[in-house]
């Protein structure tokens, strides 16, 4: 599955409780992300989905809440860095069931939420093409073809919220935070460009060819520092971050069409 042990271990003991607890009604496990992208490391959070025939009932979402509830705790790496959700298998037939809540679980978080945070575009398109299956049929079976113009028409809407969203939670004052935005608007960028999905580390080297000479310093220096990992005490430098919002303005306008594309 990975080439991480632990993980793997976990995927096992996490699919066969999901099976257990959700009976008749469990259609597969099966990880998408960088996992399924490639490129996966350490830093990654390792995201999986769980389809299910029928609505999770209320005894099934409070087994799962307890289940996502304890996995944290036990001792590990990896059960600190879990995330996905429970689709219904309907909803990923076709893409009229995009943008409805799944029972979601954040990364690292213990407390479950109904969230639309998988149901997109970017993760349809990933499971289906990509996805590693742990349980059940292949995902070309059952998850609708992503057209790249959907993929499109989502970072276009996407790109000009981005570090509006990221505010939310994090600062990109903070190097993670700038890290984490040069490499989210470069993958945004990639998909735009291409109509399709690429990993954190593809998307910098793509963009470090294809966005010409005046970005390159940038996202060279997001692609060096994701060995760094989070520190909330690592502070960014101010001009990386006056850079950070010249190339998110940039983006901006390449998605609005305000300017040429340099692909």
């Given amino acids: 599955m990975t080439v991480y042990p632990e993980l793997n271990q976990l995927l096992q003991e996490l699919t066969s409780a999901a099976r257990d607890l959700l009976g008749d009604s469990f259609a597969g496990a099966y990880l998408q992300g960088s996992f399924a992208l490639g490129d996966a490391d350490l830093h990654s959070d390792c995201d999986f989905l769980i389809p299910v025939h029928r609505p999770v009932t209320e005894a099934q979402e409070s087994a799962l809440r307890a289940l996502h509830a304890e996995i944290p705790a036990r001792p590990g790496f990896w059960t600190q860095h879990l995330e996905g959700s429970y689709p219904l298998l309907a909803d990923l037939r076709t893409l009229d069931g ?5 029972l979601y679980v954040d990364h690292g978080w213990r407390e479950m939420q109904w969230s639309t945070h998988c149901n997109s575009e ?8 990509y996805g590693v299956t742990l349980a059940g049929p292949d995902p070309k079976t059952f998850v609708e073809v992503v057209p790249p113009e959907a993929l499109r028409a989502r970072m276009r809407a996407d790109i000009p919220r981005l570090l509006p969203d990221l505010a939310t939670w994090v600062s990109i004052e903070m190097a993670w935070g700038q890290r984490y935005a040069v490499t989210t608007l470069c993958r945004m960028l990639y998909t735009l460009a291409e109509g399709r999905v690429c990993s954190k580390k593809a998307a ?12 390159t310093e940038l996202c060279r220096r997001a692609l060096d520092g994701r060995a760094l990992g989070f520190d909330p005490e690592d502070a960014a430098d101010p001009v990386v971050v006056t850079r950070t919002i010249e190339l998110a303005d940039y983006a901006r306008a390449l998605a609005a069409g305000d300017t040429v594309t340099p692909w």
Wanted: hydrophobic letters at 55%.
């Fill in 98 to 102: 995009l943008g409805r809540d799944w």
């Fill in 122 to 129: 970017v993760v349809r398109w990933t499971l289906r093409e």
């Fill in 204 to 215: 910098l080297l793509w963009a470090i060819d294809a966005l010409g000479t005046k970005w």
